[in-house]
């Protein structure tokens, strides 16, 4: 087996999950788009809305901050901030208050110390050290890939990407719940508190469907990898 026999079924293998993935984004910034446009019947901002479900919740030493980009919101266990883009920060749609309080729900399973969550924030470091290997790793390859291989056996290269991309499926099968769970506390609360109208909360619903997409994409694809590597091991004992 040699280098080019290596990256001839990757490429075959994960081309229906790479169009998946374009669709599911493609979806995603449409229906956020979509949404964005259908302003609140109260007028709250998204600020306003992860603010007052931070107070619902009793959740005092969070703070909520505006960052750049657009669908960059996320939330920060180290310095505990609500981040959300400028668009979810200062907007009043449907939209903005599916997003607001998603990231709120994270920052609940923070205080409440949710298990997937714990899980995945100890994760972090180890994904982030296989990530940066495989990169290095595959433009090597890249570069010099039969070199690579006289001087590294192709048996233990397969099985360190095995390793390496376990790691990264493992990562993203811990993320499923972790989202899920933020997303179904997110549409309680802002049912439950009549933050929205019925309109407006199958907007926000539907909004949330599709970013919760995307990762169930991240971990089928993560999982491909893991078989296609698999499946390579045994062809190299061949």
Known sequence: MDFATLHLWPLLL?????????????????????????????????????????????????????????????????????????????????AAVAVAAHECGHAIQHAEAYKPLTLRSKLVPVQNASGSIIQIITMIAFIGGNILFSVFPVTEFIVLMIVLNLVLFLFALVTLPVEFDASKRALAWIKTNNVVNAQEYEMSQDALKWAAMTYVVAALSALMSVVYWVAQFFISRD
């Open 14 to 94: 994960m081309l229906p999950f790479m169009l998946l993935g374009m669709f599911v984004s493609y979806r995603l910034k449409s229906k956020f788009k979509k949404y964005s446009k259908i302003q609140l019947s109260n007028g709250l901002t998204g600020k306003q809305i992860a603010e007052t479900m931070l107070i619902t919740h009793g959740i005092e030493d969070v703070k909520v901050t505006s960052v750049q980009g657009t669908l960059t919101d996320h939330y920060n266990p180290i310095n505990k901030t609500v981040n959300l883009s400028a668009e979810v920060y200062s907007g009043s749609s449907a």
